[in-house]
């Protein structure tokens, strides 16, 4: 399959803005982005399940709405690291769960729970060293 098939395929999958009933959109914005600022934000409308103008319009109206500026800079890579590092909390901790679980109803430590306790530890380790890294960005 050729990329542009593959391209065509995927957008299919994306969801577009829910169009409020009666209520049309006549008015267009353009924006000119260069070839790393496009390749981001395609990245980041693909993981929401957007396409690329729907994933634009939803943050502007978001922030107009809000008064909320667009995080910047080194702010922006520390929150998708603390984005990451929270999906991997909620993750192991629903393993974790279930091997805590499963030791009170066998009264036998299941052999991942260590692996998971370890691992929780790591990635709240991690979570202090991006707390840490974002204090000290601060003015």
């Not at 999958?13 to 209520?23: A, I, L, M």
């Not at 006549?26 to 980041?44: H, Q, T």
């Amino acid at each position: 399959m050729n990329e542009v098939n593959a391209d065509r395929r995927a957008s299919l999958n994306q969801r577009r803005r829910v169009r409020r009933t009666g209520v049309s959109r006549p008015c267009r914005i353009a924006i000119s982005v260069d070839e790393a600022e496009r390749l981001n934000l395609e990245d980041a409308a693909r993981s929401e399940g957007l396409t690329v103008s729907a994933f634009v319009a939803e943050k502007a109206i978001a922030a107009a709405h809000n008064g909320i500026a667009p995080v910047a800079g080194p702010f922006r890579e520390a929150l998708v690291e603390l984005a990451r590092a929270t999906i991997q909390v909620q993750k192991v901790g629903v393993n974790l769960n279930q091997s805590v679980a499963a030791l009170n109803a066998t009264g036998e430590a299941p052999e991942n729970l260590i692996q998971y306790a370890r691992y929780a530890t790591a990635v709240i380790d991690r979570l202090d060293q991006i707390a840490v890294e974002i204090k000290q960005r601060l003015p």
